[in-house]
Nanobody, 126 residues
Framework: HVQLVESGGGSVQAGGSLRLSCTIS????????VGWFRQGPGKKREGVAS????????KYADSVNGRFAISLDSAKNTVYLQMDGLKTEDTAMYYC????????????????????WGQGTQVTVS
């Protein structure tokens, strides 16, 4: 079993920055790939970014590419999402997720890759 706890959400003005954290515990085999997703009011859940636990493959949604950066600290079992240049359309609940992949190329921010999810942290941009 894998547990994920997100933190770092909040309210920020457009153009500002936030850094989200996702602390992961539990079965390491089940978390080869970690991703960030978001769901805005009345919208479908959207993949934002993903990273392999080995750190060799990073993927971003086009909507955040160049503004967001995903990273990990293996010693702290934590994955980060640095969000710069925030826009009002980035307002959403942000979720961290973990899953098992047998090939690093399969680690992409699509929901079917991930079997474990956190409770989410709210980001509001005004």
């Amino acid at each position: 079993h894998v547990q994920l706890v997100e933190s770092g959400g909040g309210s920020v003005q457009a153009g500002g920055s936030l850094r989200l954290s996702c602390t992961i515990s539990g079965n390491r085999v089940s978390r080869d790939c970690v991703g960030w997703f978001r769901q805005g009011p009345g919208k479908k859940r959207e993949g934002v970014a993903s990273i392999t636990v080995a750190g060799e493959r990073l993927k971003y949604a086009d909507s955040v590419n160049g503004r967001f950066a995903i990273s990990l600290d293996s010693a702290k079992n934590t994955v980060y999402l640095q969000m710069d240049g925030l826009k009002t359309e980035d307002t959403a609940m942000y979720y961290c997720a973990a899953g098992r992949v047998y090939d690093p190329s399969a680690c992409t921010p699509v929901t079917t890759v991930f079997g474990y999810w956190g409770q989410g942290t709210q980001v509001t941009v005004s």
